[in-house]
């Protein structure tokens, strides 16, 4: 039934409902306005404003030249593949003997145990010193602690002297202050009552 529908609106090319045949739309949009190509740029486009020098540098007297100049050449332990080489040709790879690295281990391990009794003596020997000068410091330290309490017991005397001296300057004081109103006191009396003059000096009453 389907297939006579389309056949029938095939064959009715001047029916008005149709319409007049229109242009298929075309759907691919046509780019005008591309970028152009870029070019890469040679030697000769190149302007140079101004040219460098280029003098040439002596690294002779470099330091880091000279440092790496004294580092001395050495081999690898394993010789058969250096760099370069992908594999050996004609040639055994070297190999380590293992009886000579036992030896060279266990000469080793002699040289550390040989260094560990050292250290252990001088480690022994640094802590009986240590245990004598802890001793004798203990020692120091009760007779300076003896001396500064007797220092201690002086300096409280001292200060006892001082606060004497500063009463002995008041009493002073006091006395001289009295003495001008004693005078003055006995130049009022009759002569008959007057007193001797006085006198803070030794040997005279």
């Known amino acids: 039934m389907g297939s006579e529908q389309s056949a029938e609106a095939e064959g ?93 281990c266990l000469r080793y391990q002699d040289h550390l145990h040989q260094c560990a009794e050292a250290v252990a003596f001088d480690q022994n020997a640094l802590v009986k010193r240590i245990k004598e000068m802890d001793l004798s410091v203990g020692v120091v330290f009760s007779s300076m602690q003896e001396r500064q309490k007797r220092y201690a017991r002086y300096a409280e005397q001292i200060q006892k002297v001082q606060e004497m001296s500063a009463i002995l300057r008041r009493v002073q004081l006091g006395i001289d202050q009295t003495l001008p109103l004693l005078e003055r006191l006995n130049s009022l009396l009759p002569e008959s009552e007057r007193l001797e003059p006085f006198s803070m000096q030794p040997g005279r009453l």
């Open 12 to 104: 009715r090319p001047g029916d008005p409902s149709s319409g007049p045949p229109q242009a298929p739309r075309s759907c691919v949009t046509s780019f005008s306005a591309t970028p152009p190509a870029k070019h890469r740029a040679k030697m000769g486009d190149i302007v140079v404003v101004a040219q460098g020098s280029q003098a040439s540098r002596d690294v002779s007297s470099d330091p880091d030249v000279i440092k790496l100049q004294e580092i001395p050449a050495f081999q690898p332990l394993l010789k058969g593949l250096l760099s370069g080489q992908t594999s050996p040709t004609n040639a055994r790879l070297e190999k380590l003997d293992p009886q000579q690295v036992l030896q060279l």
